[in-house]
């Protein structure tokens, strides 16, 4: 299956009620498949997280596989310290996660992004 | 000139990624990598022995649920019940230790919710393969918001052997579990209250 993450805008008190819908759902025995969702409070800090830089990084990891972030800013010609800078920002919202050997990855195949102009 | 190295460093040492982790980020708690699984691999081959058991002593062969479960440092003597068979066939098998209450858990649902000032709210759900008296609807959950500098502010989970409990600012106390919806606007208010600089 292939691994799927989405990501959206939206309020803390609404978010939180697939939390417990998920839960219910389990409680009374349906088989769940694995959910994941990333949500930021409003746009601007998801597009403050989620640049047109950052995306041509995601792209280019998840298509080389597990690399280091030295070899992943040679792929991308860019400087190293930016290029760690923007590692750690996707890695602190989930996006890009640690193999065991200390490489960097994207766990994901599918990014979702929902965007709602209006509600 | 012999023996003064050639560069010294002034600047700091400057680590790969800094110490703390952001976000447990990789840390799988109380569930280190592949647990799990060694739990099913000790049951299986325990199940393996006991049918090979039955099998050789012609009994019919029992259901596989109704092989004892077994847990960590149990040592499994699987010997012959009757006399003349005795030394043909005893062995014994150590379950090792470090497995003892991880039964298998699935991820079910993982959220991850960023702030503006870049403070983050998670909350995971993990479905259980068994029901226990702490933890009768077979969830186990983990409910956390921390600081951009991962500083955790508010926790709350169900961890094997401590229950409900919930930690804020390094504190821990027990959570009287009454439902979900009151564990997740407990949550929110505790949440709202840090951010409003209440806690």
Known sequence: MKKQIKIGVGDATTTAKEFIDIWKRAESGEKIEEKQHLY????????????TGRWALLKILRENGPMSIRSLANELGRDYKNVHTDVRNLEYVGLIDHTDDGKIRVPWDVVEAKLMLAA | MKGIPRKICLRPHRLARSRTPAFHAGSRGSNPLGDANKTIKAQQTTAELFLLRYKLLDIPTLHRDSIPRIGAGDAIKISKTRRNLNRAFSFTLYIPYGIKHHMKSKLIYRE?????DGSIREMVLWQLSEKTPDRPHQLKYRLYYGLKDGTCIVRYDNETGKGDHIHIKGIEKTYRFTDVETLVADFLEDIENARRGKI
């Open chain 1, 40 to 51: 930021f409070e409003n746009l601007e800090m998801l597009l403050k997280t989620l640049t």
């Open chain 2, 112 to 116: 991850k919710f960023i702030y503006s």
